[in-house]
């Protein structure tokens, strides 16, 4: 049984997180989803939707066995109850594959990190994107 575990924010669903699951849940045999929380979300604006929200919505994705909150203190303390076998990051994803492996190796994880390069494009691929455009639409009144 092989247990794949993917990350992320999820804000505002679209094709590319589906994409991104769907091919995460292929590694393996089952598909856990650590959902970030709104408090550790630094390196970019807050989501929009609350992470309560962000979780029931990856929750119910087909691709998803089971999707849980991340932890505000220590990205590794959810790693020691789901214990994977690989760890899948997004072509955007801001870890660099072999410092994670090394940091997993040194706290005694037997987890290996794979990359999953391709990202779908579609009109609106991204939550930005989405952000974008509604503030293109309702505040600059251009479309
Ligand atoms: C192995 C791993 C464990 C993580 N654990 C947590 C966590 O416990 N809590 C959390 O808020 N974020 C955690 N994150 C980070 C986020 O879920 C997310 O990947 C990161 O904030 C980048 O977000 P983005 O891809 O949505 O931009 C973890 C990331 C990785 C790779
Ligand atoms: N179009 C896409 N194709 C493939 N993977 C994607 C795509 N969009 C997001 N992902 C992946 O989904 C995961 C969660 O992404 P995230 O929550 O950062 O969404 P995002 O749409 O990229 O958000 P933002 O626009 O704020 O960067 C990440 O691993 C990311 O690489």
Known sequence: MIRVLATGTFDLLHPGHIFF??????????????????????HKAKPIVPEIQRLEMISSLKAVDKAMLGSEKDIFEPLY??????????????????????????????????????????????????????LERYCENND
Do not use: W
């Open 21 to 42: 699951l769907t091919s995460a849940r292929a590694m393996g045999d089952e598909l856990y989803v650590l959902v970030a929380r709104d408090s550790m979300i630094r």
């Open 81 to 134: 109850e789901i214990d994977p076998d690989i760890i899948v990051l997004g072509h955007d994803q801001f870890f660099d594959v072999e410092e994670l492996e090394n940091s997993l190796r040194e706290r005694g994880f037997k987890a290996i990190v794979t990359r999953i390069d391709e990202s779908l494009k579609c009109p609106l691929y991204s939550s930005g994107k989405i952000i974008n455009k509604i």
